[in-house]
C-alpha cells in the first residue's frame, strides 16, 4: 500500500492531523493501539481562556479560540456527534488569595466576570469566599470525538488497528518503509511513546501524571464547569462528573493511586451539599514538555520523520492549530510558528 503519510497515534494530535490532511485530499494511513490510558482518553477536554494561580490569560488564546472552535465545530458536522460545548467556568475562590487575585485581574481581563449574586451556587455547594466566572471556556468531548474520528478512519480503510513497531520502519529510496505500507513521510502523532523513538527522545519532554475520578451526583447543573481547587466538569452523560486533576512528576508507573482517590474524595466531601458515588478512577501521563510548547515540525536530519506533540495539559486548544500548521508545512511549505517548530531544537537533534 503507497501513501503520503503514516501517521501513527489516534489521540487528539493524531485525529486533528489526519483530520486537515483528509480536508486538503492526501492520501495518509494511521496505525493506532488504542490504549485505553492515553493522555487524550483520560483528559477532561477543557479549554480554559485563563491560566494558573495568577489567573492571566492563556498562551495564544485569542487566536486559539476561534480557530478550535470552528475545526471541532466542523468535526461536529462531518461525524453528526456532539463534539463541542461552551461552558462557563464557577470559580469558586479556594483561599483569599486566590480571590484578590481574581478581583485584581478582573478589571484587565475580558474574560473574567464578578459574580451576579454570591448565593447562586449555595443549596448544592459549600463556598466562604465567593466565586468568580471565567466565560467563554470550552469541553470538547474527547469520549465522542475519539470513537467517532476512529470509526469514520475505519470506515475509509485509512486506520490500522496494532502497536506500531519501531523495528520493522526502514528508509530506502528516498521513502519509508513499514512493513508492506509506502509512505512519502512518517510523522508521530504518539504522546509519551515518543520519549521511546530514538527520533524525538532527545526533545526536552517533562511528562507528569494526572488522575481523575468520575462521580455521579444528582441536581447539580450540566451548564457549567466548577472549580475549588480541583474541577468538576460535566460529561454528556447523566449526571456524571469528570473531577480532578493532579500533577506528578515522581512516579513509578501510569495507574490511579489510592491517595488521589482518597484526597478528592475528602474534598468533594467538604465541597459538595449533595451525595455522590465514584463510579470509575483514571490516571496517564501528559506529554508534556520542559517550555510548555508543543513540538511540531520535521526531524532536522531526516526529513521523512515529523511529530506533533508535546501538548502538555492543553491537547484539546493547542492539538487543532498546531495539526493545521503542520499539513500545511507538509503541503504547502508553509513555516511553523518558531515558538513551536522543532527546528529550534536543531543542535540537539541533530
Ligand atoms: C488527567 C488529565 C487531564 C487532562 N485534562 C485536559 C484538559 O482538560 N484539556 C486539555 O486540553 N488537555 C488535558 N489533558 C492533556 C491532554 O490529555 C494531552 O495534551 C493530549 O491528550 C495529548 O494528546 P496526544 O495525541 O499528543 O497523545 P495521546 O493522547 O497519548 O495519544 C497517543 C495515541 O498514540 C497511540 N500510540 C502510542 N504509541 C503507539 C504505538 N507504538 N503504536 C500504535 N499506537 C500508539 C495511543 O494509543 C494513543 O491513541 C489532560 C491530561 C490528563 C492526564
Redesign the pocket.
Known amino acids: 500500500m503507497q501513501v503520503e503519510y503514516l501517521i501513527?497515534?489516534?489521540?487528539?494530535?493524531?485525529t486533528c492531523l489526519s483530520y486537515f490532511l483528509q480536508k486538503e485530499n492526501r492520501f495518509f494511513l494511521v496505525?493506532?493501539?488504542?490504549?485505553n490510558n492515553?493522555?487524550?482518553?483520560?483528559?477532561?477536554?477543557?479549554?480554559n481562556p485563563v491560566t494558573g494561580r495568577r489567573i492571566v490569560k492563556t498562551w495564544m488564546i485569542d487566536e486559539l479560540l476561534p480557530f478550535v472552535e470552528t475545526a471541532y465545530n466542523e468535526l461536529e458536522n462531518l461525524l453528526g456527534v456532539n463534539v463541542i460545548s461552551s461552558k462557563t467556568i464557577i470559580d469558586f475562590f479556594p483561599t483569599s488569595q486566590m480571590r484578590d487575585a481574581f478581583l485584581q485581574r478582573e478589571q484587565y481581563e475580558p474574560f473574567l466576570q464578578l459574580a451576579g449574586n454570591e448565593k447562586e451556587f449555595e443549596k448544592n455547594f459549600n463556598y466562604e469566599l465567593g466565586f468568580g466566572i471565567i466565560s467563554p471556556s470550552l469541553i470538547v468531548h474527547l469520549e465522542k470525538l475519539l470513537p467517532s474520528w476512529r470509526s469514520h478512519l475505519i470506515r475509509s480503510e485509512k486506520l490500522i488497528e496494532?502497536?506500531?513497531d519501531l523495528s520493522q520502519l526502514k528508509f530506502s529510496d528516498g521513502r519509508v518503509r513499514y512493513k508492506e505500507i509506502i509512505s512519502e513521510k512518517i510523522i508521530f502523532?504518539?504522546?509519551?511513546?515518543s520519549l521511546e523513538t530514538p527520533f524525538f527522545s532527545k526533545l526536552p519532554f517533562a511528562p507528569n501524571k494526572?488522575?481523575?475520578l468520575l462521580i455521579e451526583t444528582e441536581g447539580i447543573s450540566a451548564d457549567h464547569i466548577y472549580k475549588k481547587g480541583i474541577a468538576m466538569v460535566p460529561m454528556q452523560t447523566g449526571n456524571i462528573f469528570w473531577t480532578?486533576?493532579n500533577y506528578l512528576w515522581d512516579y513509578d508507573d501510569a495507574l490511579p493511586t489510592s491517595g488521589f482517590r482518597e484526597r478528592t474524595v475528602h474534598q468533594l466531601s467538604q465541597w459538595l451539599k449533595v451525595p455522590f458515588k465514584v463510579l470509575d478512577h483514571r490516571a496517564?501521563?501528559?506529554?508534556a514538555n520542559i517550555e510548555r510548547r508543543p513540538f511540531v515540525g520535521m526531524h532536522p536530519v531526516n526529513n521523512k520523520v515529523g511529530i506533533l506533540?508535546g501538548?502538555?495539559?492543553?491537547?484539546?486548544?493547542l492539538?487543532p492549530f498546531f495539526a493545521k500548521q503542520l499539513s500545511d508545512h507538509l503541503i504547502h511549505g508553509t513555516t511553523i510558528f518558531p515558538e513551536a517548530d522543532i527546528m529550534r531544537f536543531k543542535k540537539l537533534l541533530s
Request: charged share 15%; hydrophobic share 30%; glycine share 18%.
Open positions: 501513527i497515534g489516534q489521540g487528539i494530535c493524531g496505525i493506532d493501539d488504542n490504549q492515553s493522555s487524550s482518553r483520560v483528559a477532561a477536554g477543557i479549554i496494532e502497536t506500531f502523532c504518539d504522546g509519551i511513546n494526572g488522575e481523575a480532578g486533576t496517564s501521563v501528559r506529554p506533540n501538548m502538555g495539559s492543553k491537547g484539546c486548544s492539538a
